[in-house]
């Protein structure tokens, strides 16, 4: 499957990132670029679908960190979309879960609030 990264501006100020393919190495540069610029853009709430990912290395998780670190650093949330088991448990085997809130829609992540 080919990567894609798209993003939406949403009501508010909120930003949809949506990510499909593989997230890796090669591939991660796009996301992270994504997420900087949905922080420059003034959102101030980043939903990241994570649903039609089929794979994430670790070097995908640097860029979610990193989004999620910059989010925090303008008073923000990172909030990610994600229902197939198999990323599910590479963000549980790291920690990640207590990290970021994962969310099984993009209805339930925009309802979302800390």
């Given at each position: 499957m080919d990567f894609s990264v798209t993003s939406t501006r949403l009501p508010g100020?909120?930003?949809?990132?949506?990510?499909?393919?593989e997230i890796d190495v090669?591939?991660?540069?796009?996301?992270r670029e994504?997420?900087?610029?949905?922080?420059?853009?003034?959102?101030r709430r980043l939903i990241v679908d994570l649903s039609q990912v089929?794979?994430?290395?670790?070097?995908?998780?640097?860029?979610?960190?990193?989004?999620?670190?910059?989010?925090?650093a303008a008073d923000g949330d990172l909030?990610?979309?994600c229902t197939?088991?198999?990323?599910?448990?590479?963000?549980?085997?790291t920690g990640?879960?207590?990290v970021f809130p994962i969310l099984p829609d993009v209805p339930?992540?925009?309802a979302w609030r800390a």
């Open positions: 100020d909120v930003a949809l990132i949506t990510v499909s393919g090669y591939t991660s540069p796009a996301l994504r997420l900087t610029d949905a922080v420059h853009d003034g959102a089929d794979f994430l290395d670790s070097t995908a998780l640097g860029a979610l960190v990193g989004g999620l670190k910059r989010m925090r909030v990610l979309v197939a088991e198999r990323l599910i448990k590479v963000f549980r085997i990640l879960t207590e339930s992540a925009r």
